[in-house]
């Protein structure tokens, strides 16, 4: 079965805080996401990467950004975190490098800034 | 903005009972998935649809996709408590690298025992 790992599954900061999010999948997947979900709004796409060291801007990328240094790791970060960042972040993966295909997702984490 | 919008936001049912929700999105598609997410937890691939396909099942799941009316629904038949999630269509988004799918706000399913 494919696993997605995420670091942690609850997390509370202070505003101005620098945070980083990981992901880690084991089936050697070239994409990978990250999403935030909010109540009525679903989930909103940050960030993807489509190979390492590449990525591209979602529909959300204000005050985000993201590393892959390593095909299995994609890592979100929030250069100084703020009280609107709080929110549930997924992280997901997907073996398909063209069309769209089922993506995979981690349990979570929740994450508080106050 | 949002793609896929499902209908109803909610939706509370008796078990046994089906189950149908809908999606209305706006772009054409390559292909429409369902994903079902529990409580607090990340969500898991149902099923996917392509363009070219107008009905697909899988177990007690039942999904059509209208393309002239850019809709999908899902139908669960015969409900089990344990159906009880929130169910999000999505749908696929086809860009020069990678894939990208763009998210439905979800219906929230409450199956009573």
């Known amino acids: 079965d494919v696993k997605v790992t995420q670091s942690s599954r609850y997390l509370v900061k202070r505003t101005g805080e620098k945070v980083f999010l990981e992901c880690v999948q084991d089936m050697d997947h070239e994409n990978m996401f990250w999403y935030r979900q909010d109540p009525g709004l679903g989930l909103r796409l940050i960030y993807f990467?489509?190979?390492?060291?590449?990525?591209e801007k979602g529909d959300i990328p204000e005050g985000y950004s993201v590393s892959r240094e390593k095909k299995e790791r994609f890592s979100l970060i929030l250069e100084s975190a703020s009280t609107n960042q709080t929110s549930m972040y997924l992280c997901?993966?997907?073996?398909?490098?063209?069309?769209?295909?089922?993506?995979?997702f981690g349990p979570g984490t929740r994450l508080t800034v106050t | 903005s949002q793609q896929g919008e499902e209908d109803p936001q909610a939706l509370s049912i008796q078990e046994g009972e089906n189950a149908t929700m809908n999606c209305s999105y706006k772009?054409?598609?390559?292909?429409l998935q369902w994903y079902r997410q529990n409580s607090g937890r990340g969500l898991v691939h149902l099923i996917l649809?392509?363009?070219?396909?107008r009905e697909k099942h899988s177990g007690r799941l039942r999904v059509t996709l209208d393309t002239s009316k850019k809709s999908s629904s899902l139908l669960i038949t015969a409900s089990r408590a344990a159906d009880t999630a929130s169910y999000f269509c999505?749908?696929?988004?086809?860009?020069?690298?990678?894939?990208?799918?763009?998210f439905g706000a979800g219906t929230i399913l409450r199956v009573k025992s």
């Open positions: 990467s489509y190979d390492v060291k590449m990525k």
């Open positions: 649809i392509r363009s070219n396909e």
């Open positions: 997901a993966s997907s073996p398909y490098s063209g069309r769209a295909g089922e993506q995979y």
């Open positions: 772009t054409s598609i390559n292909n």
């Open positions: 999505a749908t696929d988004v086809l860009r020069e690298y990678g894939n990208k799918l763009v």
